[in-house]
């Protein structure tokens, strides 16, 4: 009986002292396990005589039946702990502070619109605004594109769907349909820049289904050709920072201009860059003519009262001329890194006083 006094005392030890759940399995192993010594002790009761069997039979197995309640609780207590364990190294410290927010920046694009915008105000432009989503009217009709003529699918046009009045709206291909709905809605003298998002059918390395453009109308009574140049020539010194800018016309047509031209900035392509105000190079900035007498007719003005030039031209392409952007997709790829690089600040929005860029 001694013998099982003290080999309890013994496991209970092992049991409560098990640290893990490995520790307390070897324990029950050693003692209950094939050769274990409780195990052993009960085969043992197979050789004892009747009476001996009497006494040590309830003792061996009273004492197997306290171990495994012993190693039981044990065991869960093990088991809870393990369990927290895996839970606090687990844990998601959601106390951690943010990692630090990228700070707004603003889109070069909209950057050389406000800069432009600011140019022409000092000129004494007003903006006019029309929709994305223009009717044929506006944004040809009116315009003097002949129906069915190809100057319209020049323009890849994206239609939406009929509408229940048999007709079909578009995106707006270019931001001459503001003219048109400036001269409807407001009586010459008119002087505006029409900011805003224009959409065509291409996608290339120098096209992207969405871009951006700024239209220009004057129109007075005695407005001419010479007042255009001047405007656009100051207006690029301006905005590219630097008299050297030059500039030249070349004959060209749109429907809605006569005379019609484009107009080329100086530039330097020598080394791999781009550079304005130097060289000896062209490059193709804008279109601009003198507004097209049905153009004026079609708006309810009279053209033996009314004349003026109007203009247009893509800014995105303009931010990059500017701002050394190489590739016109970047533009479009809503990426933070380069917007990081690119962008401006947007406390420092251009204006007459502090300056451009
Ligand atoms: N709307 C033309 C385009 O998107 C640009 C343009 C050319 C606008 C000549 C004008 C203009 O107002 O007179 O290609």
New binding site residues.
Partial sequence: MTDLTSLEAQLTAAVTGAIDLAALDAVRVAALGKTGSISNLLKSLGAMSPDERKTAGPAINGLRDKIQGLIAERKAVLEGQALEGKLAAERLDLTLPAPPRRKGQVHPTMQAFDELICIFAELGFAVAEGPDIEDDFHNFTALNFPPKHPARDM?DTFFLQEGPDGTRKVLR????PV?VRTMMSQSPPIRIVAPGR?YRKDSDQTHTPMFH?I???VIDRDTHMGHLKWTLETVLARYFETDAVTTRFRPHH?P??EP?AEMDVGCDRSGGGLKIGQGSDWLEI????M?HPNVLRNCGLDPDEWQG?????GVDRLAMLKYGVPDLRDMFAADTRWLQHYGFSAFAAPNPASGLS
């Fill in positions: 323009h291909t270019h931001t001459s003219q224009t453009q239209e220009g109308l749109f809605f201009t019609s804008l279109g601009c003519g507004v030039f109007a203009f247009g031209f």
